[in-house]
């Protein structure tokens, strides 16, 4: 396990991290890869939609282009202060708390969107199945990660922050936690820079 899937380690992380973190986000995951990926995602004008580990609202704010109904969570309450002094309350109802325990009854959801937030969770499965609880029947989910590097080196370092994981593990990931329909795609901002793996599945209209 990485140094930043210990939650108390990546709360305190984040308590410095939020301060810049948008500058820093930029570098890889940009607002032209985030808005092909809401494209890809295509969610409907009244689909309820929550954010997992919305973090300062990058991916929130794009959410609201397509629905109005959106709820960001987060576990560090600095991240939120950010997303609330950015986009307010009126339009999205936000809340502290753990993607591996969601604080939402079952079939809440339409959808659920997770970008730049699996890296920290101590157990990602625990955390897809919890997602696949709170979505409704035929309804959807998309997570993005970070893609595991090609360097042996930087495979090393990566494993000691944080998860990476390849498009084969991601795979197994969200056939575990019972979703259907899965696909994913790699991302690049440029040559040479992290690479992001977007994961989409869908819960199977049976539940």
């Known amino acids: 396990m990485g140094v930043l899937e210990d939650k108390g380690r990546a709360r305190v992380f984040y308590k410095y991290l939020s301060k810049v973190y ?4 930029a570098f890889i995951w940009t607002e032209e890869m985030r808005d092909e990926t809401l494209e ?18 990058f ?36 809340t502290r708390g753990d993607a591996e325990r969601l604080p939402f ?20 499965h625990l955390a897809l199945r919890e997602f696949r609880r709170v ?28 998860l990476f994981y390849d498009e084969a593990e991601a795979d197994r990931m969200f056939r575990d936690a019972g979703f259907v329909d899965v696909e994913h795609r790699v991302l690049q901002a440029e040559p040479n820079r992290p690479r992001a793996i977007v994961s989409f599945g869908r819960v199977p209209d049976d539940g």
């Open 59 to 94: 991916g929130t704010e794009g959410l609201l282009r397509y629905t109005d109904d959106v709820t960001g969570l987060d576990q560090s309450e600095h991240q939120l202060e950010k997303a609330i002094a950015k986009l307010g309350t009126d339009d999205v109802d936000f």
């Open 22 to 25: 948008d500058e820093v986000n």
């Open 135 to 162: 979505v409704r029947p035929g309804g959807k989910v998309l997570v993005v990660g970070p893609d595991y590097p090609d360097s042996t080196v930087m495979q090393k370092v990566a494993d000691a922050i944080m």
């Open 40 to 57: 890809w995602f295509d969610l409907g004008s009244d689909d309820s939609v929550l954010d997992v580990g919305c973090g300062t609202g």
């Open 105 to 124: 009854a079952t079939n809440s959801f339409d959808a659920i969107w997770s970008s730049g937030s699996i890296e920290y969770w101590p157990n990602p």
